[in-house]
């Protein structure tokens, strides 16, 4: 097949969880035989090849996100036409919309990947809201990447569609590095955005500092948390350690060093950096909102109730007992692998490109 994938940002613009997902989906359908090109844009115009994907960069002319979210759409329709594309998977409304415009010459088949989430009270504050609630009439497949997105588009929206979580590569996330001798929980995310939980995570710490003195925090992610630090005890202060971001490559030593990945956040349509946890063998620990909880079990981690820090203690306490546990390993990577690219994204997104059940 002949696929394009779209998003209007290119890194460093976009976070890493959605720069991931437009890669790996790439790479991935290249890898199984696809003729894959890639439109983005960026401050420099170009074209290139790599891994069997074609990357066509347009250059980006307006600052303001709504307008060039609205360019960039209007300008991949001629692209889209001329190539001729049996499948266009949009990650974003306009350049969705610029996909079913496309359709009527060449009779493409869209997919519009939601990767926040459709609820009706949010759209009504986006400058784009109308586009969406068009592309929510119009678009051959609309995917969700949690039943927690997919909860707002049924019952928003009245419509059905399909759940596409995010993947990761399992053969990239090897536990063999042994866990630190300290207990360590590893805080993947933007540092400093509140709904991400790291101020609730500080203080549920110093909650089991007592039973565990030796336990460490290890931060890593987007953002200066100076501000959210400074607010936790000295006794807090002193066990935490900023991490360089990095590359996304790096990152599985990380996971498989620390004993839990932590992420208490609220209202996330997904989890990228918990499912590298799993994938790492790292049982995780997040809050009961939005779609993190989906991807616990009683083998993988433990859930703790927003904004409660006790909640939070004894939901890290089931972690790190976890981590301690020989079989915990092996437990989070089989459930990791039902995000596994090769094994489950892929596939998935073949059927839904071909328009299969």
Same mark, same amino acid.
């Given at each position: 097949?002949?696929?394009?994938?779209?998003?209007?940002?290119?890194?460093?613009?976009?976070?890493?969880?959605?720069?991931?997902?437009?890669?790996?989906?790439?790479?991935?359908?290249?890898?199984?035989?696809?003729?894959?090109?890639?439109?983005?844009?960026?401050?420099?115009?170009?074209?290139?090849?790599?891994?069997?994907?074609?990357?066509?960069?347009?250059?980006?002319?307006?600052?303001?996100?709504?307008?060039?979210?609205?360019?960039?759409?209007?300008?991949?329709?001629?692209?889209?036409?001329?190539?001729?594309?049996?499948?266009?998977?949009?990650?974003?409304?306009?350049?969705?919309?610029?996909?079913?415009?496309?359709?009527?010459?060449?009779?493409?088949?869209?997919?519009?990947?939601?990767?926040?989430?459709?609820?009706?009270?949010?759209?009504?504050?986006?400058?784009?809201?109308?586009?969406?609630?068009?592309?929510?009439?119009?678009?051959?497949?609309?995917?969700?990447?949690?039943?927690?997105?997919?909860?707002?588009?049924?019952?928003?929206?009245?419509?059905?569609?399909?759940?596409?979580?995010?993947?990761?590569?399992?053969?990239?996330?090897?536990?063999?590095?042994?866990?630190?001798?300290?207990?360590?929980?590893?805080?993947?995310?933007?540092?400093?955005?509140?709904?991400?939980?790291?101020?609730?995570?500080?203080?549920?710490?110093?909650?089991?500092?007592?039973?565990?003195?030796?336990?460490? *925090?290890?931060?890593?992610?987007? !953002?200066? #948390?100076? +501000?959210? &630090?400074?607010?936790?005890? $000295?006794?807090?202060? @002193?066990?935490?350690?900023?991490?360089?971001?990095?590359?996304?490559?790096?990152?599985?030593?990380?996971?498989?060093?620390?004993?839990?990945?932590?992420?208490?956040?609220?209202?996330?349509?997904?989890?990228?950096?918990?499912?590298?946890?799993?994938?790492?063998?790292?049982? *995780?620990?997040?809050?009961?909102? !939005?779609? #993190?909880? +989906?991807? &616990?079990?009683?083998?993988? $981690?433990?859930?703790? @109730?927003?904004?409660?820090?006790?909640?939070?203690?004894?939901?890290?306490?089931?972690?790190?007992?976890?981590?301690?546990?020989?079989?915990?390993?092996?437990?989070?990577?089989?459930?990791?692998?039902?995000?596994?690219?090769?094994?489950?994204?892929?596939?998935?997104?073949?059927?839904?490109?071909?328009?299969?059940?």
């Amino acid at each position: 097949m002949r696929l394009a994938v779209t998003h209007p940002y290119s890194w460093p613009e976009v976070r890493r969880g959605a720069e991931r997902i437009i890669v790996e989906t790439a790479r991935s359908l290249a890898a199984r035989g696809h003729e894959v090109t890639v439109f983005t844009s960026g401050e420099i115009a170009g074209r290139r090849q790599e891994n069997g994907v074609t990357t066509v960069k347009l250059r980006r002319r307006f600052r303001n996100p709504t307008r060039h979210e609205r360019w960039f759409g209007w300008s991949i329709t001629p692209y889209l036409v001329r190539g001729r594309f049996d499948a266009v998977h949009a990650m974003m409304a306009h350049d969705a919309l610029a996909a079913v415009r496309a359709r009527h010459l060449t009779k493409n088949r869209v997919i519009y990947e939601e990767l926040g989430s459709p609820f009706r009270w949010y759209w009504e504050t986006r400058p784009d809201g109308r586009v969406r609630r068009r592309l929510i009439r119009e678009v051959d497949v609309y995917g969700c990447m949690s039943e927690y997105s997919f909860s707002g588009l049924k019952s928003g929206w009245c419509r059905t569609g399909e759940l596409i979580p995010g993947g990761g590569w399992q053969s990239e996330f090897d536990p063999a590095g042994s866990r630190k001798t300290r207990p360590t929980i590893l805080f993947s995310g933007a540092l400093d955005e509140p709904r991400k939980g790291l101020g609730d995570l500080l203080l549920a710490v110093d909650l089991l500092i007592d039973q565990r003195p030796d336990i460490q *925090i290890w931060l890593s992610g987007p !953002g200066n #948390p100076q +501000e959210i &630090v400074a607010q936790a005890s $000295g006794r807090v202060r @002193e066990r935490v350690t900023l991490l360089p971001i990095g590359e996304p490559e790096g990152l599985a030593q990380r996971y498989a060093e620390a004993w839990v990945t932590s992420l208490p956040s609220v209202g996330d349509s997904f989890g990228m950096t918990l499912i590298e946890s799993l994938a790492s063998g790292t049982p *995780i620990v997040v809050a009961n909102d !939005g779609a #993190p909880p +989906e991807l &616990v079990t009683p083998s993988t $981690g433990a859930i703790a @109730e927003p904004h409660d820090p006790s909640s939070l203690a004894q939901a890290l306490e089931i972690g790190l007992r976890l981590a301690s546990d020989p079989a915990t390993s092996a437990n989070c990577r089989a459930f990791a692998m039902q995000f596994d690219w090769d094994a489950s994204i892929a596939p998935l997104l073949e059927k839904l490109y071909l328009g299969l059940p």
